[in-house]
């Protein structure tokens, strides 16, 4: 009998290639505790010897990876959109880049596709602050499931 799997989704904000700012300053003027931070020329974790090609302050989704895209993005915004002015500030003067990043995961052909809609309050969000948005669906084959 197959095993059953549920659709997942990781969605992350990322701010990439700052050079003249360090992460702990970026989440001192956020005042947001980052999930993960790349440091250009170190390695990106203990177990990977791969190096880091640029700085990069990471916070995933405070919430479970089969809750809704909808969902996900309304608590991110919670946290990003009394931020605004700080982070227009870090675009400007350090040339931050930011990004948002959706993954998800088709496990389950028998679980409707997750649903991914744009809203208002998402593109208020961006008309502020300049935000990349990178898409990512897989697909991986049974025996990687």
């Given at each position: 009998?197959?095993?059953e799997?549920?659709?997942?989704?990781?969605f992350?904000f990322s701010?990439?290639?700052?050079?003249?700012?360090?992460h702990?300053?970026?989440t001192?003027?956020?005042?947001?505790?980052?999930?993960?931070?790349?440091?250009k020329?170190?390695?990106?974790?203990?177990?990977?010897p791969?190096?880091?090609?640029?700085?990069?302050?990471?916070?995933?989704?405070?919430?479970?990876?089969?809750?809704?895209?909808e969902d996900?993005?309304?608590?991110?915004l919670?946290l990003?959109?009394?931020?605004?002015e700080?982070?227009?500030?870090?675009?400007?003067?350090?040339?931050?880049?930011?990004?948002?990043?959706?993954?998800?995961?088709?496990?389950?052909?028998n679980e409707?596709?997750?649903?991914?809609?744009?809203?208002?309050?998402?593109?208020?969000?961006?008309?502020?602050?300049?935000?990349e948005?990178?898409?990512?669906?897989?697909?991986?084959?049974?025996?990687?499931?």
């Open positions: 009998m197959k095993k799997y549920k659709n997942k989704i990781h992350d701010i990439w290639n700052y050079e003249d700012i360090t702990k300053e970026i001192h003027i956020l005042r947001i505790i980052p999930s993960k931070v790349y440091v020329g170190e390695r990106i974790n203990p177990e990977n791969k190096i880091s090609k640029q700085n990069g302050w990471i916070l995933k989704s405070s919430l479970d990876k089969y809750v809704s895209f996900q993005l309304n608590v991110m919670d990003l959109e009394p931020k605004i700080e982070l227009q500030m870090l675009s400007e003067k350090h040339k931050c880049e930011f990004e948002f990043s959706l993954a998800i995961f088709i496990l389950n052909q409707s596709t997750p649903w991914v809609h744009l809203n208002k309050r998402y593109n208020d969000f961006i008309r502020k602050v300049d935000v948005f990178d898409f990512d669906i897989y697909y991986p084959p049974e025996d990687e499931e």
